[in-house]
C-alpha cells in the first residue's frame, strides 16, 4: 500500500485533533480532583508524562523517516552540479550552444 501526502496530511490533522481532545480531557479531570488527591494527582501525572513520551516517540520516528534526505542531500547536489557541467561542455563541444 502507498502512503501519499495527502494520507500523511489526514494523519497528521487526525493525530492534532485526537491530541486537543486528549489534553481537554485530561484538563477536565484536573479540574475534577480535589485539592487533597495526592493519588490522584499521581495518576494523572503519570498519565501526562506517559502522553509526552508517546508524542516524543512520534516526533523522533519522523524525523528518522527523512533521515535519509539528510543523509543523500548534500551527495545529489555536487553530483547534479558535475553532471550538469559535463552536459554543458558536451553541449558546446558539439556547436549546439
Given at each position: 500500500m502507498k502512503?501519499?501526502?495527502?494520507?500523511?496530511n489526514a494523519d497528521k490533522?487526525?493525530?492534532e485533533d485526537k491530541l486537543k481532545r486528549r489534553v481537554v480531557?485530561?484538563?477536565r479531570r484536573l479540574d475534577s480532583l480535589a485539592d487533597d488527591d495526592k493519588d490522584g494527582l499521581e495518576?494523572?501525572?503519570?498519565?501526562v508524562e506517559i502522553q509526552l513520551n508517546?508524542?516524543?516517540l512520534r516526533v523522533k520516528f519522523?524525523?528518522?523517516d527523512h533521515a535519509?534526505?539528510?543523509?543523500?542531500g548534500p551527495l545529489f547536489l555536487p553530483g547534479a552540479a558535475i553532471v550538469i557541467t559535463v552536459v554543458s561542455?558536451?553541449?558546446?563541444?558539439k556547436g549546439w550552444i
Open positions: 502512503i501519499t501526502g495527502a494520507d500523511i490533522r487526525d493525530h480531557a485530561l484538563q495518576l494523572l501525572r503519570d498519565h508517546i508524542e516524543e519522523r524525523e528518522a535519509h534526505w539528510v543523509v543523500y561542455f558536451w553541449l558546446k563541444y
